[in-house]
């Protein structure tokens, strides 16, 4: 089973009209309960990438500026940062 899930936004978690399919909060449900970690790595902000968390209902990790930095949702606090 998968530890953690990785997704970029444009073109993986997002169509070309910037939304999220069904199918792919079903399977972000389905990985989520199955103990793994589903998380956004983008090459937007922390700002620009939180919305879409919540809208994906994924884990609490960004990797935000391309892996520029890692931020905790849940905790409010970055903690990685280059």
Known sequence: MYKAVFLDLDDTLLDNEKNISNENIEA??????????????????????????KLA??????????????FDCDANEKLFSA
Do not use: D, H, Q
């Open 28 to 53: 972000i449900k389905y990985v989520k309960e199955k103990g793994g970690l589903v998380c956004i790595a983008s090459g937007r902000s922390i700002e620009m990438t939180k919305e879409y968390k």
């Open 57 to 70: 209902n994924t884990s609490r990790y960004i990797i935000y500026s391309n892996g520029a930095g890692i």
